[in-house]
């Protein structure tokens, strides 16, 4: 049984790592007219994250319009400006491909109704040895001025990286950076037919949202790192003649596409 508490050290063994389909800014069918209450995706947002089973999360705004992502984040587009949902004022919801919005936005609040979400769930715990996030950071610099004084100047937000030490099994991720993975079925094998997949350089991408969960089996706590709208920048190998193949590949995002989750069970 786990108990409410403070984790300590959230373990390796504990976590799990899944690579989903992203989509970036959807435009949903319906218009904002100030009656319309359903938006419509093309394809129903999943429950990435976890945190309500089965039912995917709208994004959540503080009283002070600060913000952190979940499953999915609405946005309104007013005059070619995307805005994200107030969800102090809009209560959202998502069942299936019908984002709810309640009270019906006005056309004073939105042109159109935009998401970004996620599907299609690629489990690859099972071939990762590890997980290394990086950047992200916030550089300073410190100018010098007349009287001695130093300005400080705080520069932009670099992009975030997520790198993964993999066990190159099947195709490996080099689809990540090549491009989407074909697959062809080849008849005429000794027993049935054969499935051949392969990936060629300088293709059409995706884009991918990786989600990384560890949880304390103490406390029940979770750890959630979401990498939103990720592409795959590399991929290098490595085959030592006396062990095993194995890959290192990374991916990167704009810093607006992290997001750092921690559930602390029963302590609300």
Not at 100 to 122: L, N
Request: charged share 20%; with cysteine.
């Amino acid at each position: 049984m786990a108990y409410p508490g403070e984790t300590k050290v959230f373990l390796m063994e504990n976590a799990e790592t899944s690579i989903w389909t992203h989509v970036e800014k959807e435009i949903c069918t319906e218009t904002p007219d100030g009656s319309e209450t359903e938006f419509t995706v093309s394809t129903a947002p999943a429950a990435i994250t976890g945190l309500v089973s089965g039912t995917a999360q709208p994004h959540y705004v503080n009283s002070d319009g600060e913000y952190f992502r979940k499953d999915a984040l609405v946005f309104f587009r007013l005059n070619g400006r995307d805005t994200v949902v107030d969800t102090q004022t809009w209560t959202i919801t998502i069942a299936t491909t019908t984002v709810t919005i309640s009270p019906a936005p006005e056309t004073t609040d939105a042109d159109a109704v935009v998401v970004s979400y996620s599907h299609t769930e690629s489990d690859r715990s099972d071939e990762i040895i590890n997980v290394t996030p990086a950047g992200g950071g916030r550089p300073l610099e410190f100018v010098t001025v007349q009287g001695g004084i130093k300005v400080r100047i705080e520069k932009a937000q670099e992009q975030k990286t997520i790198s993964f030490e993999v066990l190159s099994v099947d195709g490996g991720f080099v689809q990540y950076v090549n491009g989407n993975e074909v697959s062809e079925t080849i008849a005429g094998a000794t027993s049935g037919s054969d499935v051949l997949k392969g990936s060629v350089g300088a293709q059409t991408r995706g884009a991918k949202t990786i989600v990384i969960k560890v949880d304390d089996p103490e406390t029940d706590n979770e750890r959630i790192e979401c990498f939103y709208n990720v592409v795959g920048v590399s991929d290098e190998g490595s085959a030592p003649s006396d062990g095993y193949w194995n890959e290192t590949c990374s991916f990167e995002c704009a810093p607006q596409d992290y997001c750092r989750l921690t559930r602390l069970v029963g302590q609300g």
